[in-house]
Each structure stands twice: as structure tokens, then as C-alpha cells.
């Protein structure tokens, strides 16, 4: 009885597993189905950005920063800010945007919700599948960001806190979408570009360290509740030698943000697929 | 014959059917209550069998609690007590075991927007852990036999509602459930793709599936369930087959009487006075007079109601239908 009992659960872990992959698969699908929109649509924020900040500005004499080396050094610390907005603006964008949508008008998630596996899983799924497109629109986004600017870049890896920060970031980023993916419907979802997004981007220490910020000390203090700020800070700290925010700062906090926002995205989406 | 009197009738005939030798029971409820916020009471101790190969109705008018019903068995609905059994697993125990077991035609199209037809059932396929080239052959193979296979390639959005329909049984069953569940499968579709939808469902339980739907359509439960569950206020009225639904209300014809006057008593008035009534009630500006085993009734409906100085303007006799039955059981008809 216990050996049957053993092999029926071993059965369910590997359905689950599979159904896991299978979802994950059918996400994969359809960005490659939808790659001539995707692409578009990631760059052409960043490289506007990157264009009129770093290129245009520097050649008609307007340079932000005042001198030459102040705009080399805004070229460089553009670049972290640049790959952090992109990074939360996609997770924000691929979850939250199809579910909205799936949850407001075609309930075609249903079908996914019903495979064989938690439905906790079916909502974490969807933050693996919007992580790696957040990756892949980092990917994208990096090449226009250091080879764009007018004025020189000047890049210093930190090659451990690279590959273990834009992973945490795009998770966290998913994570976010997930939580408001499940809390906005499509009557209320524009207000989630134009009171939540725009902020957070702006307010997100994308064209400044957050160190500079000390000259408005209650700014500095107010933006810690942003969660691109560490993003932001975070990119810095793996891509320049820009001093940052420190990493046991950043690390934590971010980990602590994924962790809450994963909890509320998942309790919102059981919420609303469980009557 | 009181709706009491009805339901221990046909108690009696469902527990002679459920003896042991009868086929594997798939769908047991024990007690199964759905309250949702603020008190509204869904469903209320249903207690329920469906049995291996048999297409099973949940008949009942709307917001009766047919769909939380469903919904409880298919995962979707957590109960506020009872338990629900799906292939012998206690589906909120174990709800990734009961959803390999279940295949599921919800009410609204929920196809997925971003695939094509074919692509439909190619993944869901894979998420119930078939090998790529299975979900292949079994898509190739489910759009041939629903008639779907020039549509492979088009975006669902192009497909009719018949055809969104079809594509989603084929979906439904593409996993080989242990149970199709479809709530109310014909709502919304014109008359032919309905009767397309019965065909198909008439094919799947040839070929031994158990079909578990809930409808409002006294029509399609009479003409595809083997067994019937009326259902009202989330309560269970009457377990059975249609015949014996039917039967049971004792009455083997129906008179309906179109009359001027006061109806009441002129119903109570046939109901003493016509040779072999049952029964007879006012409902919506006609009496409805059940009659059992005479002959000539009609002449004597105008007899009696002219002797009482009523003037008849239209009188009409029929078979007992799951209507009637449902009138007996709740004094209101499904579509109210």
C-alpha cells in the first residue's frame, strides 16, 4: 500500500513537472510567435532614451552633466538605469498586461489553471516565463545602451554580482507584474502605466545615483520605498565603478521584495481563479 | 402527487439501481455545501453518484447551483463543507490528481487567443505530459474527428461559436479523462451546431466516456442524459432516468386548458371531476391537468368546465415532460 502510495506521488511530481515545462513552453512559443512585436517594443523606449540623453544632447551642445567628463560619466551611469527600467518595465508589461486581459474578458487561462499541477505553480510559472523575457530584453537593450552614446562608456564588470543581480531583478520585476496583473481589470489598468509606472521610472534613480540625492535628503529617503531604485543601484554596482547604495543594502532588500511580491501576486491570482 | 412523494419514489428506484454488480462509480458527493460571501447558499448537502460510461445531468433553472456544482468537482469552486470524489480521489485533497482525471468545456470560449486551432490542442497536450510527437498525432487526429481539420492553422478568433465549441470538447477530452464535465454546452449555439454538439457527445459516450453536464435545456437532458439530477436552490428534488422522472409524476398524459374565468377553482373543479386526474394546477394563464389512464378525456374537459360556465379557447394534450416534472417537484417552470 505504501509502495503504491510512493509510486502514485513520484507519478505526481513528474506530471507536475512536466505540465510545468509544458506552460512554460507554450510562454516561450508565443514570444517567438510574437518576436516582431517584442523586439520593437523593448528597444524603442531605452533607445530614444539613450539617443536624446547620450547622443543628441552631447552633439548640440546641451550635455547633461556640464563638461565632457560629466557627460561620459552620465553616459556610464545611464547605462545601469537604462537596463533597470527595461528589466522592471518588461516584467511589469508580460505578466501583468496578458492577465489582465485573460482574467477580464476571455478567462483563457483556464485552461492552463486546470493542468495537472498546483494552481500556486500555474501563478509562479508565469513569473519564470516573464523573468527570461525580462533577461532577454536586458540582452536586447544592453548593446544600444553602451554603443549609442556620443561620449565614452566606461564599463567595469563585476562579473559575480552581474550574474546573480539581473536574475533577482528580473524575478522581482515578474514578481510585481504578477501582483498587479491580478489586482488592476481592464477598466482600471491604464492607471497602472500612469500613476504607478511613470512614477516608479522617474523616481527610480535611472539618470541619477542614489547617492546625489543627499542635496534632498527626504527625496533620497522617500524613493527607498521604490523597488527599481535597487535595480537601478544594483546595475550600477555590477556594470560601473559608480559608487552605489551598499550591496548587503541592496541584496536583501530586493530578495525581501521578490519574496512579498511573489506571496501577493500568487495569493491575487488563487483569488482570482478559485471561487 | 406531492414533489415529497415524487423524490421517495424515485429514492426507491435509485437504490435498487445502485447495487455493487453496477458499473465503477466515478463521481461521488458527500454532503457537498458551496456558501459564497454574504450568505447566498449554492449548494446544499448534495449528495451525488455518477457511475462509469453515463451521461449525467444536472438539470435545474438558472443560479440553481449547477455550476458551482461543476465547479467544485473540477477544482475551480472550493466547497465550504462536504467532500467531492473524482475517480475515487478527494478532488481538494489531492487537486492536481483529480485535474488529470477531469476534462473540462466551460461555459465561455476560453481558448487561448494566442495559439491557432491546432496549436490549441497541441499544448494542451503537453501540459497533461504527452511527448511532443503524441500531441502532435493526437491534434492531427482530434481535428480530423471533430471536423476541425481545415481550420488547423487559423487563429481561434476566426472559428463560429459551433466550431469554438467543438474545438473546446476536443480539448476537454484530448487527456482521456476519467469524466467530461460541460457546463450548459449548447448555450448560445443556433439549433444545427447544437445538434452537432449532441452528435459528437452521442460518439464520446459510445465509446464508454462519462459525461457529467449541467443544463437548463429540458430538451437536451431528455434527448443525451442516462441519468438525471434535478436540481433547485442547490438542493437535489429528483434523482433518475428521464423515463422514470417522468413516470414518476403518476400522470401518463397532460391536458393544457386555456379557459376565461377564474382558473383556480376551475383547476381544482377538473382536478375532482375528469376521470383519471392527478393533479392539476394553474401556471402562467393555463391549467395543466395531469390525467392518468383514461380514455376521452378532452370532451370531458369542456364538459366540465362549460357546466361550470367556463368558455374554452384552446385545449392541447402532450406526454409528460422533465418540465412537468419540474413543475410538480418546485410549482414553477425551468425558465423562470
Known amino acids: 500500500m505504501t509502495a503504491v502510495a510512493t509510486q502514485q506521488d513520484r507519478d505526481i511530481h513528474a506530471t507536475v513537472g512536466s505540465a510545468f515545462r509544458a506552460l512554460l513552453l507554450r510562454d516561450l512559443f508565443v514570444l517567438r510567435k510574437n518576436l516582431r ?42 547605462v545601469a538605469g537604462v537596463l533597470g527600467s527595461v528589466i522592471l518595465f518588461q516584467g511589469v508589461q508580460t505578466v501583468a498586461l496578458p492577465l489582465v486581459q485573460e482574467f477580464g474578458y476571455t478567462r483563457e487561462i483556464e485552461d492552463r489553471v486546470l493542468a495537472p499541477m498546483p494552481v500556486e505553480l500555474v501563478a509562479f510559472q508565469k513569473v519564470v516565463s516573464g523573468a527570461l523575457q525580462c533577461l532577454l530584453a536586458a540582452l536586447i ?18 562579473w559575480p554580482v552581474l550574474f546573480t543581480l539581473i536574475p533577482l531583478a ?28 511613470v512614477p516608479l521610472t522617474f523616481l527610480g534613480c535611472i539618470y541619477f545615483p542614489w547617492n546625489s540625492l543627499e542635496a534632498i535628503r527626504w527625496l533620497q529617503i522617500g524613493v527607498l520605498i521604490n523597488p527599481l531604485v535597487y535595480i537601478s543601484e ?42 | 402527487m406531492t414533489g415529497k412523494d415524487i423524490m421517495t419514489q424515485i429514492d426507491d428506484t435509485a437504490t435498487n439501481a445502485s447495487d455493487t454488480s453496477g458499473p465503477q462509480e466515478v463521481i461521488r458527493t458527500e454532503q457537498l455545501t458551496k456558501i459564497y460571501p454574504g450568505g447566498v447558499k449554492a449548494v446544499d448537502a448534495l449528495d ?25 468537482l473540477t477544482t475551480r469552486v472550493v466547497p465550504t463543507s462536504g467532500r467531492a470524489f473524482v475517480g475515487g480521489i478527494e478532488v481538494w485533497q489531492h487537486p492536481s490528481k483529480a485535474k488529470r482525471l ?32 503524441q500531441a502532435r498525432s493526437e491534434s492531427d487526429f482530434l481535428l480530423e474527428r471533430f471536423r476541425l481539420a481545415e481550420r488547423a492553422d487559423a487563429p481561434v478568433a476566426a472559428l463560429s461559436g459551433g466550431m469554438a465549441q467543438r474545438l ?7 487527456h482521456r479523462p476519467s469524466v467530461l464535465f460541460l457546463d450548459e454546452p449548447t448555450a448560445g449555439l443556433d439549433p444545427q451546431s447544437r445538434i452537432a454538439l449532441w452528435e459528437i457527445l452521442d460518439e464520446l459516450h459510445t465509446d464508454g466516456q462519462t459525461i457529467l453536464l449541467t443544463t437548463h435545456y429540458m430538451e437536451e437532458a431528455d434527448q443525451l442524459c442516462d441519468r438525471l439530477a434535478i436540481i433547485d436552490h442547490g438542493r437535489l428534488l429528483a434523482l433518475g432516468t428521464p423515463a422514470q422522472l417522468k413516470a414518476s409524476t403518476g400522470m401518463d398524459t397532460v391536458v393544457t386548458v386555456i379557459a376565461d374565468g377564474e382558473l383556480t377553482s376551475l383547476a381544482s373543479l377538473l382536478g375532482r371531476e375528469v376521470e383519471g386526474a392527478t393533479g392539476a394546477r394553474v401556471h402562467d394563464g393555463t391549467i395543466r391537468l395531469g390525467v392518468k389512464g383514461a380514455r376521452g378525456v378532452l370532451p370531458q374537459v369542456v364538459q366540465v368546465a362549460e357546466r361550470a360556465g367556463h368558455r374554452v379557447t384552446d385545449l392541447s394534450i402532450s406526454e409528460p415532460t422533465l418540465e412537468t416534472v419540474f413543475i410538480a417537484l418546485t410549482g414553477k417552470d425551468l425558465r423562470e
Not at chain 2, 465561455?108 to 510527437?133: C, I, P, Q
Request: glycine share 10%; aromatic share 12%; with cysteine.
Open chain 2, 102 to 133: 477531469i476534462g473540462v468545456v466551460p461555459q465561455t470560449n476560453t481558448l487561448d487567443r494566442a495559439l491557432s486551432v491546432w496549436e490549441n490542442l497541441y499544448f494542451h497536450g503537453r501540459f497533461f505530459g504527452m511527448s511532443a510527437k
Open chain 1, 37 to 78: 512585436e517584442f523586439i520593437p517594443r523593448t528597444i524603442l523606449q531605452p533607445l530614444l532614451l539613450v539617443f536624446v540623453f547620450t547622443y543628441v544632447f552631447p552633439k548640440i551642445g546641451q550635455g547633461v552633466g556640464g563638461s565632457a567628463q560629466g557627460e561620459a560619466a552620465f553616459s556610464t551611469l545611464l
Open chain 2, 48 to 72: 451525488l453518484s455518477v457511475r462509469q460510461g453515463e451521461i449525467f445531468g444536472l438539470l435545474g433553472p438558472n443560479g440553481a447551483g449547477k455550476t458551482t456544482t461543476a465547479g467544485m
Open chain 2, 168 to 174: 473546446m470538447v476536443a480539448r476537454a477530452v484530448m
Open chain 1, 141 to 158: 537593450v544592453f548593446p544600444i545602451a553602451r554603443f549609442v552614446p556620443a561620449t565614452p562608456v566606461h564599463l567595469d564588470f563585476n
Open chain 1, 170 to 197: 528580473c524575478v522581482m520585476s515578474s514578481a510585481l507584474g504578477l501582483v498587479f496583473g491580478t489586482f488592476f481589470d481592464p477598466r482600471t489598468v491604464p492607471l497602472l502605466f500612469g500613476i504607478i509606472v
Open chain 1, 234 to 275: 544594483g546595475m550600477r554596482a555590477a556594470l560601473t565603478a559608480v559608487p552605489t547604495m551598499p550591496l548587503w543594502v541592496i541584496y536583501p532588500v530586493m530578495s525581501a521584495f521578490t519574496a512579498l511580491f511573489l506571496w501577493r501576486g500568487i495569493e491575487g491570482f488563487k483569488k482570482r481563479v478559485l471561487a
